[in-house]
């Protein structure tokens, strides 16, 4: 297995995309890496549209964890459409596990932006966001999505 990395500046600041063999498996705030497969530049030319406001859906091969809930709250964070919010209890309802365990598995993604852990709401607020910058970086993201009516 080989891991490459990419690193593009963003209205959040730097992130680095890391890729093992044919798929992103994460993506992390600041580094510096120069790595340029076809992959990586992919992901990188759909995060430039994304901040663009040009991208509403990533289209990128994403390893999800393979822990059965992180999982499945994977991929219920991915059914989110671009511009809404669900929250943690309506996630908790939707998978039979308690909102804790969905906070949790939202702090644990590995990949946040492709996997839109910020579309994830408290039910009387934001919640967290684990990305560098914390709520701030949830709230440029969901404003950025035109979610910001939300949170008014």
């Not at 992180?70 to 998978?95: N, W």
């Not at 906070?103 to 039910?123: D, E, K, S």
């Amino acid at each position: 297995m080989s891991e490459t990395a990419l690193t593009v500046q963003s209205r959040l600041g730097r992130l680095t995309m890391v890729a093992r063999d044919d798929s992103l498996v994460s993506l992390e705030w600041g580094g510096r890496a120069a790595d340029h497969t076809p992959l990586l530049d992919e992901a990188a030319a759909q995060l430039s549209a994304y901040f663009a406001g040009d991208l509403r859906r990533f289209d990128l091969p994403l390893t999800l964890d393979k822990g059965q809930l992180q999982g499945q709250v994977q991929r219920a964070m991915l059914a989110i459409p671009f511009g809404e919010t669900r929250t943690y209890g309506e996630l908790a309802r939707a998978l039979g596990a308690p909102a804790q365990a969905i906070g949790q598995a939202c702090g644990a993604n590995a990949l946040p932006i492709f996997v839109p852990c910020h579309r994830i709401l408290a039910a009387q607020g934001l919640g967290g966001y684990s990305g560098r910058g914390g709520i701030e970086s949830k709230v440029a993201l969901l404003r950025l999505e035109g979610a910001a009516s939300l949170l008014l």
